[in-house]
């Protein structure tokens, strides 16, 4: 089971991008750690596809 990826806001204004309980990156603005939520998933759904062909 892959762990769950998700955007929390901390107290500063900012926001941490997380899997599972680790934090991968911290300090960005929300459009930033949307966006980077995004490619870890999409990543994630490519890495699942058979190959083409």
Same mark, same amino acid.
């Given at each position: 089971m892959s762990e769950m990826?998700?955007?929390? $806001? #901390?107290?500063?204004g #900012?926001? #941490?991008v997380y899997r599972g309980p680790t934090a991968l990156i911290?300090?960005? #603005?929300r459009l930033q750690a949307e966006r980077y939520e995004a490619t870890i998933a999409r990543q994630r759904r490519d890495a699942l596809l $058979? $190959?083409?062909g």
């Open positions: 990826i998700r955007v929390k $806001p #901390t107290q500063d #900012t926001y #941490t911290a300090g960005l #603005t $058979p $190959p083409e």
